[in-house]
């Protein structure tokens, strides 16, 4: 049992050297990683008040975002989910530049102007739900949602 | 009812005061209110097609009037997984374009992506350059002017706000009777640019004058054909009034116009129904309007949404764009494959309103000949070439009215013009020696057409179009028209005891008659002199 324990023991330490050793290896290398994760409560007073979502708001969300919140309750989802993406304005980005790509320093590719594509009138139109001589038939213009569609939510 | 033969003569005087008095108190009163106290703002949104062989962002051809759905790659149909490839011509024209509108042109530019529902836009967004456009800041001079008065013209200069790179949407069919729409996918991402304009205009003929010039620098500069009957040039018109000290009042924005004339009308339309709407104590509304050409009004559109929320967010398939000066092209980088502003920016065209400049002051040729020369493709070359020591007046004169009349009956465009540079510049020379009648220069430049390998004195030789130089043909032509026309000599008698008006009508009858029977092949000047000598002996 002793020697049992001594052995556990010993492993142990050398499991510990080793990871302690690769540690060191990485700030060697000096990783952005950080050694031990950190992060700072959130002060749930300090953020944003999600603001009152009245039906046309909805409405225009339900529009935007081509998705149905249903009833009260995925309308409560939504709320929800403006109130954890507030806590994004916890974020100091004091002087920070946005980062749109991480490959942002080099220069996109450019391309010679050739026709090399079209002429593929079939593979295109095959997805088409209704065509006409080659076009595509689409409603007219811009149509609200139909007011059928909002009743769900009273 | 009382006839108007009823009414004494006293009482319709005293009508026609009172219509008069009338009249000229409501043209007063409406000068004062809508001149003087309202001054109305005009901003420019110009979507200029790029002259490119494929679309911006796929292999595509951009041809014009191309079969329905046949010039779109899967990318442009919105099919998901397909990726933007940027065609570098696009950001060359880009570049050249700016350069010549006098941008400072951004070294990295960045492409968003901007929202809006649309069954002509399949990917629910067009790729655009909201934050980090192609170039900013910029400044064109123009000439103002107005073609029914040549002597009321000015120069002026408009601020450019940005010109950045975007897709065009498709085109849609509405058919209303069905209620549906029909979509081609051909015009979906061909190349734009897009150039904004600070509020600099005043009114339609300014606005339009710009546009006018915009044009001719685009098709100078191969960028843009300009050809806004084909919808390669688009004008969208923010308007605004307001009195003067005042802040600017609230704006509307009348899109998609397609005719320079349409610009000027829309815009002249508008600030006068925005006048007449606040002047009778109504509210203007921010919205979006379309011109109808036919009835020359302004009309609300009615499928606009009230708040558009265009949700822009980077374009995450496309890196940034870098362009280099040839000094900051970094080691290693292959300079074939990159965009060198400098490089592109060497040689470009004059500016129109150089150009117009040049030759009203040089040449003191008017301004109305100066747009003429200038606007006419190929047609300001062939006066330069031509020029050298000969005069600059009776050259444009007859590049003008001679050789364009011809021109533009046989719809030749001047570029590709088969008659040698020489011929026309010969044709020039004999009209100025008077070789050849006036009456005869356009039977001879349509034979040039015809033979361009002949020259102008071979085919004068040929046809017998040169005018008779002996003297004595002519005499004996002058004589028998004095024999035939013993009237006209008559009254050429009577004329010479009158007073000096009045006194060469005879004359020019009977050089006329004269011209009319050698067929045109006499300088008018010499038989003038003839008939002068053979009338005083009579």
Same mark, same amino acid.
């Given at each position: 049992m002793e020697l049992n324990a001594m052995i556990a023991a010993k492993r142990i330490a050398t499991c510990t050297r080793n990871v302690r050793q690769k540690l060191q290896l990485n700030n060697y290398f000096s990783s952005k990683v950080p050694d031990v994760p950190t992060w700072v409560p959130i002060d749930k007073e300090k953020l944003p008040k999600v603001p009152e979502l009245d039906e046309a708001m909805v409405n225009h969300l339900e529009r935007l975002s081509l998705v149905k919140f249903n009833n009260q309750a995925g309308v409560e989802r939504l709320y929800k989910a403006i109130e954890y993406a507030n806590q994004l304005h916890m974020v100091d980005t004091e002087g920070v530049e946005p980062l749109d790509s991480v490959l942002e320093n080099r220069s996109v590719y450019l391309r010679e !102007? %050739?026709?090399?594509?079209?002429?593929c009138l079939k593979d295109i139109l095959q997805n088409a739900s209704q065509t006409v001589e080659d076009y595509f038939v689409a409603p007219p213009g811009n149509i609200p949602l139909k007011s059928s569609d909002r009743k769900s939510l009273k | 009812m009382v006839s108007i033969h009823q009414i004494s003569l006293r009482r319709l005087c005293r009508l026609f005061a009172l219509v008069f008095r009338h009249n000229r108190h409501c043209s007063n009163s409406s000068k004062n209110r809508s001149a003087q106290t309202w001054r109305s703002v005009v901003g420019l949104e110009i979507h200029a097609q790029i002259q490119s062989e494929s679309k911006l962002f796929s292999g595509a051809s951009t041809k014009y009037a191309g079969s329905t759905n046949t010039q779109v790659s899967i990318f442009d149909a919105a099919i998901p997984g397909t990726l933007p490839v940027l065609n570098r011509r696009c950001i060359e024209a880009g570049v050249r374009t700016a350069g010549a509108l006098g941008c400072k042109i951004s070294q990295v530019s960045k492409f968003d992506r901007k929202h809006y529902f649309y069954a002509d836009l399949p990917t629910g967004y067009q790729i655009t350059q909201q934050r980090h456009p192609l170039a900013r800041d910029g400044k064109v001079k123009y000439l103002v002017y107005n073609t029914d008065n040549w002597n009321k013209y000015n120069w002026k200069t408009a601020s450019i706000i940005q010109l950045q790179i975007e897709q065009d949407s498709g085109k849609s069919l509405h058919d209303a009777d069905r209620n549906r729409s029909l979509i081609d996918l051909n015009r979906a991402g061909v190349g734009l640019m897009e150039i904004v304009t600070a509020p600099d205009f005043t009114d339609g003929e300014d606005a339009s004058s710009f546009v006018r010039e915009l044009v001719l620098i685009l098709r100078r500069l191969e960028t843009c054909s300009g050809k806004m009957e084909e919808g390669a040039l688009r004008v969208d018109a923010n308007i605004s009034v307001h009195r003067p000290g005042e802040p600017l009042g609230v704006r509307t924005e009348i899109k998609n116009l397609n005719s320079i004339r349409s610009v000027g009308r829309a815009i002249d339309y508008e600030i006068k129904r925005q006048i007449a709407e606040l002047e009778s104590g109504r509210e203007i509304v921010n919205e979006t309007r379309s011109f109808d050409a036919q009835s020359g009004q302004t009309i609300a559109m009615r !499928?606009?949404? %009230?708040?558009? !929320?265009?949700?822009f967010m980077p374009e995450p398939n496309l890196l940034p764009v870098f362009l280099y000066d040839s000094k900051s092209v970094p080691m290693g980088v292959d300079r074939a494959s990159v965009i060198v502003i400098d490089n592109l920016l060497q040689g470009l065209p004059p500016a129109p309103s150089e150009s117009y400049e040049r030759i009203h002051k040089d040449h003191k040729i008017s301004i109305r000949n100066c747009v003429i020369l200038v606007n006419e493709d190929g047609l300001l070359k062939m006066f330069d070439d031509i020029i050298e020591k000969r005069d600059a007046k009776a050259l444009t004169n007859f590049l003008i009215t001679d050789f364009l009349g011809v021109t533009h009956a046989r719809n030749i465009n001047l570029l590709q013009s088969p008659v040698p540079l020489r011929h026309i510049a010969d044709l020039f020379d004999m009209k100025t020696d008077r070789c050849i009648s006036n009456d005869n220069i356009s039977q001879v430049l349509e034979l040039m057409f015809d033979f361009p390998d002949k020259t102008p004195a071979e085919i004068v030789k040929e046809k017998q179009l040169d005018n008779i130089q002996d003297t004595e043909v002519l005499r004996a032509e002058c004589e028998k028209t004095l024999l035939k026309h013993p009237d006209v000599v008559q009254r050429w008698k009577v004329s010479q005891q009158k007073e000096k008006k009045g006194r060469q009508d005879p004359v020019i009858k009977l050089v006329n008659t004269t011209m009319t029977a050698l067929k045109n092949r006499a300088d008018p000047l010499v038989l003038i002199s003839i008939f002068e000598k053979l009338l005083s002996k009579k």
């Open positions: !102007d %050739k026709v090399t594509d079209g002429n | !499928d606009k949404e %009230k708040l558009q !929320d265009y949700r």
